[in-house]
């Protein structure tokens, strides 16, 4: 989780082992798989997603769903935000969107035209 969203998590009695802060993130010893983290606010303070260069994988979390985005209600949520992440967001070369919820689709879009069809959508409102 990244440090912004700790104080609402720690009144939870939530306790964090790692905190994530945009830049990248390398998996794996033998074979390195290299995750960017992104910060992108607007659900919460602190909401990340993951991206995926090489393979051209977002993994949005409550950012983005299929034609929606997430809430912004929680404490530090913000509409304009939320706006700006997911603007920032659209600007990646994505094949492959993972969303936070299905809502009635099977949670992943796959392909740019796809993927790029659901940013206009949600953007749009």
Request: aromatic share 10%; proline share 4%; with cysteine.
């Amino acid at each position: 989780m990244h440090e912004a969203d700790n104080p609402a998590y720690r009144e939870m009695g939530g306790t964090v082992d790692i905190f994530l802060d945009e830049g990248d993130l390398e998996l794996g010893s033998k074979i390195k798989t290299r995750l960017q983290i992104i910060h992108s606010p607007g659900h919460t303070q602190g909401h990340v997603t993951l991206y995926w260069p090489e393979q051209k994988v977002l993994i949005a979390g409550d950012c983005i769903f299929y034609r929606s985005t997430g809430r912004t209600d929680f404490p530090g949520g913000n509409g304009v935000a939320l706006r700006r992440s997911i603007d920032r967001l659209s600007r990646l070369d994505v094949e492959y969107l993972l969303c936070g919820h299905a809502y009635g689709n099977p949670g992943i879009l796959k392909g740019r035209e796809s993927v790029q069809e659901n940013f206009r959508y949600i953007k749009a409102f």
